[in-house]
């Protein structure tokens, strides 16, 4: 990965480790915590709907030592997935860390060896064990995401392989599904709710510089990595979306640039002249490919894409540049101007290669969200977080829920006293419709900095959540949740 790094350049002895006073990501209600804690029986405001039967998991990153020379949030860390397990009206609470091959090398030595993504570091492979991660020097976070599939439980980090871990969180090992996805895969992929496939894709620094793939119902890679034609730079591209036909890609101009890191630059390029494309791959993976051409923008998350009639239609948040948060300029290649929010979807025409894109709401918001039985179908509405403006909140966090509507293009919000989560839609058990559930996700009380699930009813929102679960530990603010039903 690293080609042309030297040992001169990046001696890790050179580098110090990160003051998390320092780092907005590393303190507050970022800061990691640093147990693994298990509770029974949580304390409930209001009640706990008795037809909810599942798991509630999130993943976020939450470094055991303090990383070496740099933290960029949210581009490493290790994994520590929260979950709270709920049923018969009841509610348990259980976190613990994706403890990948790197992070017990680092347990082992009592601090960290790797150095963050911004400060490669040659680390002593003796310290490393008899089989450690792929990815060397960068170290294997699992801390993005965390799915399931054919029944394993897979923590996801972009472009390296998956950790699979226990309905209980305990972590089993890397998993490269059976030698088909050798070099990994990527942090979003996408499930198709009929075909019970899940679409991947892997981008990378050298050719091929996109790839996508498809793993079978069972768990069985059906289609092997194969590169999407045209891609002729390392484009960072952190999700993607699929309709019943099409894998469908957008790509905005974050370029990796790797030698440029090494000189003391980005190691992210944005290179606006580029524009941004949206690729459709057909799944069957036998017809052409359809590019279109559009002007820079940027997209971090995609709630959905569906085919209306000759239509591919994609909703999203976008932005106008590539917004990291603050604090991490050098990585996002130190744009001056900040980057602006919207809304956004887009109508994309195969067969004539255009797209119209609507702004649907010039408000800023992230992690989008459907009911997920409806991925690549067609959706009415769709959840995403932003900020009340009422509280103090970092760049990134959220306090109010807002819910699209997207038949009338209108939106509904409640606004929370806490940073909240991504918000998962919840199917109430044996409905089918897409308000017949609830949102859930996991809340930080902004006034007492207590950490909560909250559970509102969506057939009622806006509205207060229905139940306020109680978490008896810090939840630190993290990345993606999911909601698993418990398997008849
Ligand atoms: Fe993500």
């Known amino acids: 990965m690293a080609r042309g790094l030297t040992l001169a350049d990046t001696a890790q002895n050179r580098l110090r480790p990160v003051n998390p006073a320092s780092s907005p990501y590393l303190s507050g209600r970022f800061a990691p915590v640093d147990r693994e804690t298990d509770a029974d029986d949580l304390r409930v405001e209001g009640t706990i709907p008795a037809d909810i039967d599942g798991v509630f998991m999130r993943n976020g990153p939450n470094p055991k030592f303090p990383p070496l020379g740099s ?82 439980f897979l923590a996801l980090e972009e472009g390296t392989p998956p950790y699979e871990v226990s309905p209980e969180l305990q972590t089993i090992g890397r998993f490269d599904f059976g030698g088909g996805l050798p070099l990994g895969m990527c942090a979003h992929p996408r499930i198709d709710p009929v075909t019970g496939e899940m679409v991947v894709f892997r981008y990378d620094i050298e050719e091929p510089f996109l790839t996508w793939a498809i793993v079978g119902p069972d768990g069985s890679v059906t289609r092997p990595p194969s590169a999407v034609p045209g891609i002729d730079k390392a484009f960072m591209i952190h999700d993607f979306t699929i309709t019943e036909h099409y894998a469908v890609f957008v790509i905005g101009p974050a370029v990796l640039d790797v030698n440029a890191m090494l000189a003391g630059g980005s190691m992210l390029q944005w290179q606006p002249d580029l524009g941004t494309r949206i690729v459709l ?66 109508s994309i025409d195969p067969a004539r290669g255009a797209a119209t894109v609507t702004s649907v709401g010039d408000h800023p918001s992230e992690f989008p969200r459907i009911d997920d039985r409806l991925t690549g179908r067609r959706h009415r509405y769709l959840t995403v977080g932003a900020a009340s403006g009422k509280h103090d909140l970092a760049r990134g966090e959220h306090d109010r829920l807002v819910r699209w509507d997207m038949s009338t293009g209108r939106s509904e919000a409640w606004d929370t006293d806490a940073s909240i989560g991504e918000v998962v839609f919840v199917p109430r058990n044996g409905a089918s419709g897409e308000l017949d559930g609830y949102y859930m996700t996991l809340a930080r009380s902004v006034a007492d900095d207590h950490s909560w699930l909250y559970v509102w009813d969506a057939a009622d929102f806006p509205c207060p959540p229905r139940a306020r679960i109680a978490i008896p530990a810090t939840v630190p603010n993290g990345l993606h949740a999911n909601w698993f039903a418990r398997r008849p």
């Open 281 to 346: 791959v057909p799944r069957a993976g036998d017809g052409p490919v359809s590019t279109v051409e559009l002007d820079p923008f940027w997209v971090w998350h995609f709630a959905n894409a569906y085919e209306d009639g000759d239509r591919v239609v994609a909703d999203f948040p976008s932005w106008s540049g590539l917004s990291l948060a603050a604090g991490d300029r050098r990585a996002a290649g130190d744009q001056r101007t900040p980057v602006a929010g919207q809304f956004t979807r887009v």
């Open 71 to 152: 933290y960029t949030y949210p581009l490493e860390g290790d994994g520590m997935i929260h979950a709270v397990w709920i049923g018969g009206g009841k509610a348990r609470y259980r976190n613990r860390w994706v403890w990948t091959n790197g992070l017990r090398a680092e347990d082992r030595a009592g601090r960290a060896l790797y150095g963050g993504i911004m400060t490669p570091a040659f680390v002593d492979q003796n310290l490393l064990g008899p089989d450690p991660d792929p990815g060397w020097p960068t170290k294997l976070d699992a801390f993005i995401n965390i799915v399931r599939h054919a029944d394993r």
